[in-house]
C-alpha cells in the first residue's frame, strides 16, 4: 500500500511541469522616458555625442603620437609612447563598441 501511494506521488511530481517565466516587455521603439521621448532616440544621440568627444581626442592623441614618433630615434621608443598608443586602442574600441550597439 505504502508502495502504491509512494508511485502516484512520485508519478505526479514527474508529470508536473516547472514554472514557465513571464514574458519581458520588449524595450524598443515602444520604452519612453517621463518626458516622453524615446528612450532608445535619446540613447542614440547620446552615444553619437560621446563619438563625436571621443572622435576629437582621438585625433589629438595620434597627433601626439606622430610627433613622439618623428622625434625619437627609429630604435628607441619610450614608455610614454607606448602607452599613448594603448590609449588610442582603448579609444578606439570604445567607439568600435557604440557604433556596433544598434
Known amino acids: 500500500m505504502k508502495l502504491l501511494l509512494l508511485l502516484f506521488i512520485c508519478a505526479g511530481f514527474s508529470q508536473t511541469q516547472p514554472p514557465q517565466p513571464l514574458p519581458r516587455p520588449d524595450p524598443g521603439e515602444n520604452a519612453k522616458l517621463p518626458n516622453g521621448k524615446s528612450q532608445r532616440a535619446e540613447m542614440l544621440k547620446a552615444d553619437h555625442k ?46 568600435r563598441g557604440r557604433l556596433k550597439r544598434y
Open 50 to 95: 560621446k563619438n563625436l568627444e571621443d572622435a576629437a581626442e582621438l585625433v589629438k592623441m595620434s597627433e601626439e603620437l606622430k610627433a613622439d614618433l618623428e622625434k625619437n630615434d627609429r630604435y628607441i621608443v619610450s614608455l610614454k609612447t607606448l602607452k599613448r598608443t594603448e590609449d588610442i586602442e582603448k579609444l578606439a574600441k570604445n567607439i
